[in-house]
């Protein structure tokens, strides 16, 4: 039982770790791209091109499956008695992470073979300006399935100052999320700044904190095991 558990938080610790360091990597490359393509940005808002553009898709990828490893992790930290909330939060976690590889799938494999065969892309499907339609589903999932998920798990954590950072983080984060479906839903993507700040630069904080409690979670689990075995002995 005891080894068990510690193997959970290791696992919880090291998914969000990685989750860390990607969205550490795609908000500097993001930034290097927004710079690169600043002629192009003052027609559409966070605009970016290739190579940026392939490196980020390719992040998000990335990202997506230990985004549902950590929050799987959650749902098996979490008590009794919350367990309705990280199940919901594993669900919507799910729903995001198998919407957003999709998309960012069909990006970088068909896409760009479209454009590269001198067919003319089909902006309104395609990832390629807004309004389109694999767009609007990828804001559906950064905005809404994410934030959801982050809010369904924030009252998983009660108990001590490192709980409530964690659940204070992951409310802001979500919110912030949610807030930014009004971009899309008006149209005007500035609104789409509030999602932005929510899943860049606050969820990743969410994740370090995350890794810190299942790291000393994983420790207690030890060191309770190792009292046991000696009491044995």
């Known amino acids: 039982m005891g080894e068990s558990t510690s193997v959970v938080r290791r696992i919880g610790r090291v998914s969000a770790l990685a989750i860390f360091l990607i969205g550490i990597l795609y908000v ?48 098996s930290y979490a008590p009794r008695s919350k367990k309705i909330y990280s199940l919901t939060a594993l669900c919507f976690m799910t729903l995001f992470a198998g919407m957003t590889m999709s998309i960012h799938f069909v990006q970088l494999t068909i896409a760009r073979r479209i454009e590269s065969a001198g067919i003319a892309p089909l902006s309104v499907i395609f990832f390629s300006k807004w309004p389109s339609v694999l767009f609007a589903l990828d804001l559906l999932a950064w905005d809404l399935f994410l934030g959801l998920s982050l809010l369904f798990a924030a009252p998983v954590f009660k108990g001590g100052r490192l709980h409530r950072w964690v659940r204070n983080f992951m409310t802001v984060s979500g919110g912030l999320c949610l807030a930014g479906i009004v971009g899309p839903a008006t149209g005007d993507l500035r609104f789409q700044i509030l999602g932005i700040i929510g899943y860049a630069f606050v969820f990743p904080v969410v994740c370090m904190l995350l890794a810190i409690l299942f790291g000393r979670a994983e420790s207690l689990s030890e060191g309770a095991k190792q009292e046991m075995g000696a009491e044995a002995a």
């Open 28 to 75: 500097i490359t993001g930034a290097i791209g927004l710079i690169a393509s600043r002629d192009l940005a003052q027609h559409e808002p966070f605009t970016q091109i290739d190579p940026f553009l392939a490196i980020l898709e390719l992040l998000i990828i990335l990202v997506a499956p230990p985004m549902v490893v950590m929050m799987a992790s959650v749902h």
